[in-house]
């Protein structure tokens, strides 16, 4: 059975723009993932998946102009101590990134896996993403398999002393970055990856990553400030026994993200927190997209997302755990919960548990709500000014989220970037 | 210090008059107390002169040194020295106690054009004022009022009033959900306070909580005004006769 026409022909028209790279070791991997995205097509506006969410921008052949934002307020980690690695519109600047070579860690741009030999990428490249397109289709990542223009592999086989900071610098208005990246974190092993910038004017970013047993992966990103850009996102994990993976997002305007997780919890004992804070104002659109299989005995994974909405702006919430019958004593916790500080602004949710074990836990909610005027009357009755009274509410509501990030130095700028944000909203 | 008269208040969205022409004036210096049974208005009082939503002052005035507050934002009552103790203390999850205190002393400082207390200052201040109230470090750390014992909400309240030092104390109720040694040291708190610059409003069903703080002028609030006015003896009165026999004195 064929795909429909206006999906067949927007898929047609998008890969005819698109030219194959030479790929080299991968070079299969590639071109088993075009063929994947002929098949399934790329995301339609019908496609239950995409109901709360226009992929139109995503998978047009021409990108939407996106101006260069200019802020006063420093790149995000700047103040940190971290191995930096630039990229410029979604490629990689060797004179901006710091060298490569850190102890613990071993990293390559993906150009590089080929003619270095490193088989545990290239056995990685693609691999999680095709496991993810089951039960639920995700074409954008297949399409960013394919056509993935840099990246880089990080072979995490140590505790390397710093993060390591993906910076992604978006510096042409119409541009239009594919990025993939690989990670394999060994047993044992422990590194922090810190991500920052809006990459392109539209970016799509792709991030496999594979945790051995006993092996830790925090991520902590930081999406960039820019109004005009767009993005989707994909981050596939596998998780094995006693391992853990930590991620959260910040995100802070944008007109079109998207971001995907899927996570598979393969090894008894893992564990996965999965949190977001996103605040967005007037013309925003944040989706945050999640599933989660837990294919173990005893694992723990967490899902906690906050969305502060204002001005018109849509958040989207879709997340599901699935336990599956050999999954005893999954512990799986779910909220996705919005703030809208005016009437204009909306948040649509779809909270999904679909479990096949008998010995389990699993807790979802979702809420959304405008701000307490008990509370509110509360701060301004001790003195606190309106608008200061917000912004503490505002803050307080974000928190659970922000306290998913384990070390408080990064939460503390996640914090003051979030007070810079309601600041300039007076 | 305070001067109210003549005060009509309704309930914004219902046809509901709940002040009648209440007139009350609390000099510096004084405690004034405010009995009444239920539904007389009392909270009603409380919360419209700090400035809550939900209430329409139809007639009157109500002044604090000669300033008008009823047009005032609760924030700008607050800083010229208004302070309500509440009846419910309102928990704030996310909000930490400190953050919260250090907020509201520094934000009225500003408003009054005085400079604010620094980090070092303020954590002794408070500390100490902390000590005196049984009120230990783990609580100031915790959000506002969460998971607090009834005791600790409203030792958390008499908190906020030392730190602020408002002029004008009003206490709704704030023997509600007290134990008798609970009531005693948030009384003792109350007392430390006492102060020839500041007046205070002691809002309460009972005699009891005038046991430890001892009131100079005993008010009786009902059917929305002020109807007898005496010494602590009034407070005994009540506590020994109930209502009853006083309104049917004055009807």
Not at chain 2, 106 to 121: D, H
Request: one cysteine or more; a negative charge.
């Amino acid at each position: 059975m064929g795909l429909p026409d206006v999906k067949q022909s927007a898929t047609e028209a998008r890969l005819a723009a698109m030219t194959l790279p030479e790929g080299g070791c991968l070079k299969a991997a590639r071109q088993a993932a075009l063929s994947r995205v002929q098949t399934m097509g790329l995301p339609g506006r019908r496609d239950e998946y995409w109901k709360y969410t226009r992929p139109d921008t995503l998978i047009s052949a021409e990108v939407s102009k996106a101006s260069v934002f200019a802020s006063d307020e420093a790149p995000m980690f700047n103040e940190f101590d971290r191995l930096r690695i630039v990229f410029v519109d979604g490629v990689y600047d060797a004179e901006a990134s710091d060298d490569l070579s850190l102890e613990g860690v071993r990293i390559d741009r993906i150009a590089d896996i080929c003619c270095q030999d490193i088989h545990w990428a290239k056995d990685l490249y693609g691999v999680l993403e095709a496991r993810g397109q089951s039960p639920v289709q995700r074409p954008l990542a297949a399409f960013n398999t394919a056509f993935a223009q840099d990246g880089v592999a990080i072979h995490v086989t140590g505790k390397p002393s710093k993060p390591i900071n993906l910076v992604y610098v978006h510096s042409d208005e119409m541009s239009d970055a594919i990025l993939h990246h690989v990670i394999r974190v060994e047993a044992g092993a422990e590194a922090t990856i810190l991500e920052n910038g809006p990459a392109a004017s539209r970016f799509n970013k792709c991030m496999e990553i594979d945790i051995a047993d006993t092996g830790k992966l925090h991520l902590v990103r930081a999406q960039g400030r820019d109004h005009e850009r767009r993005a989707a996102t994909h981050l596939f994990a596998r998780l094995g026994t006693e391992s853990t993976f930590k991620s959260f997002t910040l995100t802070v305007n944008g007109v079109l993200t998207r971001n995907e997780a899927v996570i598979e919890l393969t090894g008894d004992d893992a564990i996965a927190h999965i949190a977001g804070a996103c605040v967005g104002d007037g013309d925003f659109h944040h989706d945050d997209t999640v599933f989660i299989t837990h294919d173990a005995v005893n694992c723990e994974s967490r899902q906690v997302f906050k969305k502060v909405l204002r001005n018109g702006a849509t958040g989207v919430f879709q997340g599901k755990i699935l336990v599956k019958a050999d999954a005893q004593k999954t512990d799986g916790y779910q909220i996705s919960q919005s703030l809208l500080l005016d009437d204009d602004s909306q948040f649509l949710a779809k909270p999904e548990l679909e479990i096949y074990a008998d010995d389990v836990i699993c807790s979802h909610g979702s809420t959304t709500g405008a701000i307490d005027e008990e509370a509110l009357f509360y701060l301004r009755s001790r003195g606190v000014p309106i608008d200061d009274a917000t912004d503490l509410l505002t803050l307080a509501f974000l928190a659970e989220a922000v306290d998913e990030v384990e070390d408080t130095a990064v939460a503390e700028a996640i914090v003051a970037r979030l007070e810079g944000w309601l600041s300039r909203r007076r | 210090m305070l001067e109210i008269k003549n005060l009509h208040v309704k309930l914004e969205d219902e046809d509901k008059q709940i002040l009648k022409g209440l007139d009350l004036k609390v000099e510096a210096g004084k405690v004034h107390a405010i009995m009444g049974p239920n539904g007389s208005g009392k909270s009603t009082l409380s919360y419209v002169l700090s400035g809550r939503d939900g209430y329409e002052v139809t007639e009157g005035s109500a002044t604090l040194e000669g300033e008008d507050l009823l047009d005032l934002d609760p924030e700008e009552r607050a800083a010229l020295g208004v302070f309500l103790a509440f009846q419910y203390p309102v928990e704030i999850p996310g909000v930490g106690n400190m953050t919260f205190l250090r907020t509201a002393v520094n934000s009225q400082r500003k408003a009054r054009g005085e400079e604010e207390l620094s980090a070092a200052e303020f954590l002794k201040t408070i500390r100490a004022r902390a000590k005196e109230l049984k009120i230990d470090a783990e609580m100031l750390k915790r959000p506002v009022n969460v998971g607090f014992s009834g005791g600790e909400k409203k030792r958390n309240e008499i908190l906020q009033m030392a730190m602020l030092e408002p002029k004008m104390c009003i206490l709704d109720e704030t023997d509600s959900g007290l134990d008798v040694d609970a009531m005693k040291l948030v009384a003792e708190g109350v007392n430390a306070l006492r102060d020839e610059g500041r007046g205070f409003l002691v809002i309460t069903h009972y005699q009891r909580l005038l046991d430890h703080i001892k009131p100079d002028v005993v008010h009786i609030l009902a059917g929305g005004k002020i109807v007898k006015t005496g010494g602590p003896e009034l407070a005994l009165e009540v506590e020994n006769n109930g209502y009853a026999g006083i309104l049917a004195e004055v009807a």
